[in-house]
């Protein structure tokens, strides 16, 4: 939510949450003058028991509510906050150019030519200036009222200052006025008063340079080159009137590739340019490329679009909202989605084809669509404070409009390009149903027809034989696997989060679990007395969960419901797990996987023994791990490692007593578990 609800009519939330907060401050009142005094519990818990956390101190107790956790993808949000300020300046008029640069050591820059944080005393607080109160006050900025910004990235006043906070040390530098001003912070705190650096005649602007808090993030915490490179560039497409110039010590870049030392980014034709190098060297539908700008001054919002068909890819959509990237999407994205198939549907009744389009979805339009598409709108909501999902029902709207009469030209200006692409869309909705179709009649049990779940990315093998399904945990590793995988013969189905633990549930939880209705379904075997070896849909069914603890449990889980619920399954050697790995490791152009530490420790030994730095990568979960990455080494089946699971029919008894014993009701019975094998455990493993 933003901080100004009154944008397009308000929120309806705020007179729920202030009667909320009303009714719990009232039960509260008459629960303090009803309970009875020295009730037990009572002593020790006085006004000295509340605690108070002032200026930053909230950021670094609980980092996770301001950058979304303390992993390597949250390290990275701190440039993107950084970043996204010099941006501001950029998008208002007043930067041309942007420097970041990574140094050894792990400081990283940014430093543009806006025109600088003020420096004078702050009204409210005249004993601090107002770049000190910027960066020690959360909610504090410029960007509340949109006199100072037309549009902006930063809403909340939060960014800058939250990068403060979890930076070990912090410094910054701004030059106003021929003047050049620094104040150096660390932990949030500043180390000493602003002070007035010297003259500057050819010199303005801003530049903030900072070490990430190894407290907060690890001792192994660092910046990826890569990452940073990709970041700034596409802060560049989006902008095309801004210059950014990437600098990184040699020695950090070396044997990554495509990531130099020094660059400039500069992209006059902005996100036609940023999709044409990402789908350099497709095959596509129409020759042309479908891109825009649309900006209207002192109104809500401007945009700026590209849009292309591949015949041989699947699609993708990357989206921004105030060049803040969206990857989750949300109504502006929506409203393109829309704006593409009316306009489309439009054509196709100009062209007596309205019967055939009749059944077309977005789904269909979307289906080998990469899009780009940049929005710029006054005072934006968000899902969240990392900004991964735009809230604004305005900007679908807006989208929607400018995009579909666009559109709609730009097909009736090339109807020969435009006949083709209908062809193509209407082609993708008659395949659509056509399998659906086959998979209905050839799948098809004896009463009722197999409809399958909605988040199944099926494939298009008809038969079981050869046939994969993958079980993923989460839409995050979901969306890589069904990019990774191999259509015809592989399945992908994301599970949310950690499923039932049956062993310890009864039936009528077990018949209500969405997650394993779901599961049950793809499988189209059934369960318990009910299942049929010859309905079961696919030759090998894998788990496929992170390398960490979670996955762990997550597949236990998985295996005590097959076990449970599916025994022939496992007895006729369907059930395999998937082998992720946790690390790669790279060495200039020679690089590999390990499984775990032990086997990251047996390549440092035998793969990697030369005298070069050796980086290693831990990977957060599948979700984290790109598409070709998870292929190469999960999913590929000539190169993959799959290991079965096996119940011999002598080590039932055994099997039934360890399920009962880990999973089942008796907490009693882990917790002795535990303690006979307490001498296992390994420390310095434990991931707290």
């Not at 959360?138 to 960014?159: C, I, M, P, Q, R």
């Not at 044997?255 to 130099?260: A, K, Q, S, T």
């Not at 193509?424 to 399998?435: G, N």
């Amino acid at each position: 939510m933003t901080d100004n609800d009154d944008l397009f009519g308000g929120s309806g939330a705020a007179p729920v949450k202030r009667a909320a907060a009303a009714s719990a401050r009232n039960a509260a009142v008459k629960v303090a003058r009803t309970a009875p005094q020295g009730t037990p519990g009572e002593a020790g818990y006085d006004a000295s028991a509340i605690e108070v956390l002032e200026g930053l101190e909230p950021v670094r107790r609980r980092p996770g509510m301001y950058i979304g956790g303390t992993d390597e993808k949250a390290l990275h949000h701190l440039f993107a906050e950084v970043i996204d300020n010099s941006m501001d300046e950029a998008v208002a008029g007043h930067a041309t150019f942007i420097e970041v640069e990574l140094e050894e050591g792990g400081w990283l820059s940014v430093t543009d030519n806006g025109r600088g944080i003020p420096v004078d005393p702050h009204p409210k607080f005249p004993k601090k200036s107002a770049l000190e109160v910027i960066m020690t006050t959360l909610h504090a900025g410029g960007k509340f009222d949109s006199k100072v910004y037309e549009t902006s990235g930063g809403l909340h006043g939060v960014g800058v200052s939250v990068v403060n906070a979890l930076a070990e040390i912090l410094e910054v530098e701004v030059a106003r006025g021929q003047t050049l001003y620094r104040q150096v912070f660390s932990r949030g705190t500043p180390q000493g008063k602003l002070e007035t650096v010297g003259r500057v005649l050819n010199r303005r602007g801003t530049k903030v340079r900072f070490k990430p808090d190894h407290q907060i993030f690890g001792k192994d915490a660092h910046f990826q080159p890569r990452r940073l490179f990709k970041m700034a560039r596409s802060k560049a497409y989006l902008f095309g009137g801004v210059e950014i110039r990437w600098k990184c010590a040699p020695s950090l870049v070396e044997g990554v590739d495509n990531v130099p030392a020094e660059a400039t980014f500069k992209f006059p034709n902005g996100l036609k340019d940023y999709l044409l190098h990402d789908i350099e060297g497709k095959e596509l539908v129409t020759d042309q490329i479908f891109s825009g700008k649309i900006t209207k001054p002192g109104s809500h919002g401007s945009l700026e679009w590209a849009v292309a068909w591949m015949t041989n890819e699947d699609g993708f959509s990357t989206s921004y909202c105030n060049t803040v990237p969206t990857p989750e999407g949300g109504t502006h994205e929506n409203g393109l989605r829309i704006a593409l198939l009316r306009a489309l549907r439009d054509h196709a009744e100009r062209v007596g084809q309205q019967k055939r389009m009749a059944a077309v979805t977005t789904d269909d339009v979307m289906a080998t669509c990469a899009s780009m598409l940049s929005v710029f709108i006054r005072e934006p909501e968000f899902q969240g404070q990392t900004k991964d999902k735009l809230a604004t029902v305005e900007a679908g709207r807006i989208v929607e409009n400018a995009i579909r009469d666009t559109f709609d030209h730009w097909l009736a200006a090339a109807p020969q390009q435009a006949n083709k692409l209908l062809d193509w869309v209407i082609d993708r909705a008659e395949e659509r149903l056509r399998r659906r179709q086959e998979k209905e009649v050839a799948r098809k049990t004896a009463t009722r027809k197999l409809r399958l779940p909605g988040k199944l990315a099926d494939c298009s093998n008809a038969g079981a034989k050869g046939s994969e399904l993958f079980i993923v945990e989460g839409d995050s590793a979901g969306g890589s696997a069904k990019q990774a995988r191999d259509r015809a013969i592989q399945a992908v189905l994301p599970l949310r989060g950690k499923i039932l633990n049956v062993a310890s549930a009864g039936r009528d939880k077990l018949h209500q679990n969405q997650q394993l209705a779901d599961l049950v379904q793809a499988l189209g075997c059934g369960t318990g007395s009910h299942y049929k070896a010859a309905d079961l849909r696919y030759e090998k069914v894998v788990i496929m969960t992170d390398a960490d603890v979670d996955g762990a449990h997550i597949a236990s889980l998985l295996i005590t419901f097959f076990y449970r619920q599916m025994p022939k399954l496992i007895d006729d050697g369907h059930l395999y797990l998937a082998v992720p790995p946790l690390y790669r490791l790279t060495q200039g152009t020679k690089s590999a996987y390990a499984r775990d530490d032990a086997d990251r420790e047996r390549l440092m030994k035998t793969v990697f023994k030369g005298s070069g730095k050796v980086e290693i990568g831990r990977f957060k979960g599948l979700g984290e791990m790109l598409p070709a990455q998870l292929k190469e080494t999960t999913m590929d089946p000539k190169k993959r490692l799959l290991l079965k699971v096996v119940v011999a029919a002598d080590d039932k008894p055994e099997a039934n007593d360890t399920v009962e014993r880990l999973m089942g009701n008796k907490p009693e019975a882990r917790f002795a578990f535990i303690q006979e094998r307490a001498a296992f455990a390994d420390e310095a493993d434990l991931d707290i």
